[in-house]
């Protein structure tokens, strides 16, 4: 004899199936419909240089703004501008961020020199910026290229 909360259970798991198999993703996984992708572009990205020398600076910590990015990277004569990635609900950081200069030779002596050092309470990790190819048009590009090679 089946107890009540059997029966409950059994019920749930059912209307739960029911409910995935008329869902979008049932679709998908059927083959009826292709999965969807999302691409987000930041509209702050017009204010910036296209073509500037761009330094991805990560392991901030939640107390660094733009303004204390900035004081720490002002002492090179090309910088431009300094950005913290936040949380576009919370205002949070995301823990990077970007550094902007107009000189590649300020740009390589602020990586060599910055790296490691301390922005708020932690030591900073810098590279070169991949901004380039988050550009939609280059990711589509790089997209089909993978396709045609049979990677994607």
Request: hydrophobic share 35%.
């Given at each position: 004899?089946?107890?009540?909360?059997?029966?409950?259970?059994?019920?749930?798991?059912?209307?739960?199936?029911?409910?995935?198999e008329n869902s979008y993703l049932g679709q998908v996984m059927r083959g009826e419909k292709k999965m969807k992708?999302?691409?987000?572009?930041?509209?702050?990205?017009?204010?910036?240089?296209?073509?500037?020398?761009?330094?991805?600076?990560?392991?901030?910590?939640?107390?660094?703004?733009?303004?204390?990015?900035?004081?720490?990277?002002?002492?090179?004569?090309?910088?431009?501008?300094?950005?913290?990635?936040?949380?576009?609900?919370?205002?949070?950081?995301?823990?990077?961020?970007?550094?902007?200069?107009?000189?590649?030779?300020?740009?390589?002596?602020?990586?060599?020199?910055?790296?490691?050092?301390?922005?708020?309470?932690?030591?900073?990790?810098?590279?070169?910026?991949?901004?380039?190819?988050?550009?939609?048009?280059?990711?589509?590009?790089?997209?089909?290229?993978?396709?045609?090679?049979?990677?994607?």
């Amino acid at each position: 004899m089946a107890l009540p909360s059997d029966v409950e259970m059994l019920a749930a798991k059912k209307q739960a199936t029911k409910a995935l198999e008329n869902s979008y993703l049932g679709q998908v996984m059927r083959g009826e419909k292709k999965m969807k992708r999302f691409t987000w572009e930041d509209p702050s990205l017009a204010e910036w240089d296209p073509n500037d020398f761009r330094i991805f600076c990560g392991d901030l910590g939640n107390e660094v703004s733009d303004e204390l990015l900035a004081k720490a990277f002002r002492k090179y004569p090309s910088f431009q501008k300094a950005k913290v990635v936040r949380d576009h609900r919370t205002n949070k950081s995301k823990g990077y961020g970007f550094v902007s200069f107009r000189l590649q030779d300020d740009f390589v002596k602020a990586c060599r020199e910055m790296d490691g050092k301390y922005v708020g309470n932690r030591p900073i990790k810098l590279r070169k910026s991949q901004w380039k190819d988050r550009n939609i048009e280059v990711v589509k590009k790089k997209q089909k290229q993978k396709e045609k090679l049979g990677i994607a």
